[in-house]
């Protein structure tokens, strides 16, 4: 048996801590090695008018043909393939991950072994095949179905046609890591990886002959999971998707069933096999962290959901193909499936997010108490709105954010579901409202119906709460802003149990009756989280489900924004905003590609983060251009040092009058050119050379943008240094 150590897999992650433990053994089956193992002679299994599927019987591997193009992919990569050589990687269509209850280990093996061991049975299934690979020595089985669709191949794993032995519980599954992949150092070929707004990681080997590596889970770690590392900048993956360029073809793959469990990887350049990849892997039992005595461990979850299936589908692009072709294909499906449609809404000049305050611990004759420190009430942001008019004539999208009884500080469920008298109390925002109705501005109020920390209107903030996998009440504590790690002493958030969640809406939209007119409901868009308190929760399960039908049952009568929303949310609103433009902090990436707003835009407006709180507003401002994304500012009428402790989402950078000229000067430099574009959808986007893009808009617009030190011309039009040009079509102003 070969015990691999894997950069790559999400869940093989697991296999660096110190030590293991189980709070229980479950599973579908035990392990049974067949008598008999039913084959299937090389054939073409299905076939339709656009593709072909292929069994090769002798090293267990499928295959799929393009009529057209004539192009291979398969399981082992085609042109190893036809060497006749083998390698444990490439010539592997799973890989598995388990946990071994003897020694405390995580160990990885690749079907290979099951071929060369000839424990691999196949049997024909309507349009495609089913194949089971038996792994002899942990005792563990897994299958994966192979299906020929009209358009793509769907590659599927039923958790009920896993058995395992006594002694080794599966964790994980990686399903055709190579399926997506290139050979290594064709100029133009790349993986695609949905990581931030995208990116792009070329096949080129380093010159100190290392691999670029990525890996993360789909919608960003499980919060319910303890964290011991520190919190990070990177940006976490919103859309179930990735793809491989290879030459004029393409394949683009979506995780259709099982997102919640899945974690997207990658290897570019890597030197070891000559291949460069990027794959989908899924966690099949739920875990815990804990630290004992200085050392990590794994709590294994006791339950494994009965009937749960995980899929993934690959669509074969063909004739010059890209990323941009990619989104098209996203987009297509996502309207299919119900998961976009398009907004009522137009795109504004920019989005302002004003903040209203948070708590502040103070003492009174030497007895600790949190007061709240307010930044920006009600009619405050009515007189600063007046201003921005005044300066910039912009047409704005306003968010009020932190205006609940607790201000931005992550208290109760919904905020109270009621606004601090310390803002204005109801009748400040009846006011502001109003002013807003007047002028034609959209107003947006935040409600976190998630994450709270103490008891009140009836949500229990321990009996109501989600379970970890380890069946412990999920409770994480709040990140510093000074140290930028967690404060150990402070009071813990926790995550309103999933069954509860409609009962919060439910509260929210009682509250806010016809008085609130537009919510924000960040939290149920981006943030995934499992609750192992019910089977149908764990694993981030039922995501798609559970939380679309809460976003569109709190958008019949209220339009609806999102902060940088997941897929099963984010076609479903009618704005979003806070999109990021940044690769996420990873180094392993060569390029930074709007795919989000290849997606989206046109159905839906955009705005991108606050431009006063980045760290570079010129290059954001620039990436943002390249897509079409409106500007966003975070204000605040004033500031309170003594917030520099808060955990509250709060910034000293805020104040409205030490941003006003540079509202205006942005405002000034992109507002005409996004007017031009108006809700124009994004067609196509290129890297012509580095720091020099090209995004082609529905109409014939045409977008350069230029992030060099350094003029240059594009089809006729010249770009000067760190800016960007419109013009209506390929080469004309």
């Known amino acids: 048996m070969k015990n691999l150590k894997s950069g790559l897999a999400v869940i ?27 084959t299937v002679t090389d054939e073409v299994i299905a076939q339709n008018s656009r593709y072909s599927l292929v069994w090769n019987n002798e090293s267990k591997n499928v295959f799929l043909k393009s009529s ?19 390698s444990y990687s490439l010539s592997s269509p799973v890989q598995i991950e388990y946990y071994n209850s003897n020694d405390g280990s995580m160990n990885t093996l690749n079907a290979l072994d099951c071929i060369e061991g000839n424990t691999v049975s196949a049997e024909k299934t309507e349009n495609g095949i089913k194949v089971s690979y038996w ?22 794993l039923n958790s009920d046609d896993i058995t395992e032995g006594e002694i080794n519980s599966l964790t994980g599954v990686s399903v055709a890591p190579y399926l997506c992949s290139v050979k290594n150092g064709t100029d133009g070929d790349y993986l695609f990886v949905p990581a931030g707004n995208g990116a792009v990681m070329y096949t080129d080997t380093q010159p100190d002959d290392s691999a670029r590596s990525f890996s993360a889970e789909v919608y960003g770690n499980d919060p319910v999971r303890k964290q011991f590392d520190m919190p990070s900048a990177t940006e976490k993956i919103r859309l179930p998707v990735y793809g491989v360029k290879s030459g004029n073809d393409g394949l683009f793959a979506i995780i259709e069933e099982g997102q919640g469990a899945a974690g997207i990887n990658a290897l570019a350049g890597n030197p070891a096999n000559g291949y460069s990849a990027v794959y989908a892997s899924f966690n099949v039992r739920g875990y815990n962290r804990a630290e004992l005595e200085a050392y990590a461990t794994i709590i294994l979850n006791n339950k494994r959901p009965k009937g749960k299936v995980f899929s993934v589908g690959f669509y074969p692009l063909e004739n010059d193909a890209s990323y941009s072709k990619m989104a098209a294909v996203y987009k297509e499906y996502l309207s299919e499936n119900g998961l976009l449609e398009k907004s009522g809404s137009a795109q504004k000049d920019c989005m302002i997010t004003f903040t209203g305050g948070a708590l502040k611990r103070t003492f009174t004759l030497g007895i600790p108490h949190d ?46 579901f009621s606004f601090s008298s310390k803002f204005g109390g109801m009748s400040g925002y009846k006011s502001l409202n109003g002013f807003c109705r007047e002028n034609g501005i959209d107003l947006y109020t935040d409600y976190d119906i998630i994450q709270f920390s103490k008891s009140h209107n009836g949500f229990n903030s321990f009996r109501d709460t989600a379970l970890s996998a380890n ?64 089977e149908g929760t764990m694993q981030k399960s039922a995501l798609r489900e559970q939380f679309g039908a809460l976003i569109k049952k709190a958008s019949e009568n209220h339009k609806l924004l999102l902060s940088n929303p997941n897929d099963y949310a984010a076609g479903l609103c009618d704005v979003i905003c806070d999109l990021p433009t940044q690769n996420g902090g990873y180094a392993c990436f060569d390029e930074e590609v709007p795919f989000y707003a290849l997606v989206y835009r046109g159905a839906i407006p955009l705005y991108g983060r606050a431009l006063n709180l980045s760290v570079n507003k010129e290059e954001q401002l620039l990436s943002q251009m390249e897509a079409g994304i409106a500007p966003a500012f975070r204000l605040t009428e004033t500031a309170d040092r003594g917030l520099a402790s808060s955990y509250a989402d709060v910034s000293s950078r805020t104040v409205y009058e030490n941003n006003r000229n540079d509202i205006a000067e942005i405002l000034s430099a992109c507002s005409d050119t996004l007017a031009r574009l108006s809700d124009s959808e994004l067609l196509e986007h ?44 390929e080469g004309v102003q």
């Open 68 to 86: 057209s193009s004539q192009k291979i992919w398969g399981t082992v990569p085609y042109e190893y393939f036809q060497t006749g050589e083998t």
């Open 135 to 156: 792994f002899e020595e942990p005792k563990i089985s897994v299958a994966l179905s192979y299906t020929l669709r009209e358009d793509s191949l769907l590659i599927s």
């Open 12 to 38: 093989m992650a697991l296999s660096v801590l110190l030590g293991l433990s189980s709070c229980g053994k479950a599973r579908s089956a035990d392990y049974k090695l067949p008598d008999e193992f039913s």
């Open 686 to 729: 290129t890297v012509l050379s580095k720091g020099v893009t090209r995004s082609v808009f529905a109409g014939g617009k045409v977008m350069y943008v230029n992030h060099t030190e350094k003029e240059v011309t594009v089809n006729g039009c010249a770009v000067a240094p760190k800016s960007f040009r419109l013009a209506d079509e």
């Open 371 to 416: 007061v709240i420190s307010v930044l920006t009430d009600f009619s405050a942001a009515e007189e600063i709105l007046k201003d921005i008019s005044k300066n910039t004539s912009a047409d704005v999208d306003v968010r009020l954010y932190g205006f609940g009884r607790t201000g931005a500080d992550k208290t109760y469920v919904g905020g109270g």
């Open 471 to 534: 069946m412990q009440r999920a409770a994480v504590q709040p990140i510093t802003k000074n140290t930028v790690s967690y404060d150990e002493d402070a009071p813990k958030t926790v995550f309103l149990k999933r069954e509860k969640l409609s009962d919060a809406m439910e509260r929210l939209l009682e509250s806010c009756g016809k008085n609130v007119d537009g919510l924000s409901l960040a939290s149920l868009g981006n943030l995934a989280y499992s609750d192992y308190s019910s």
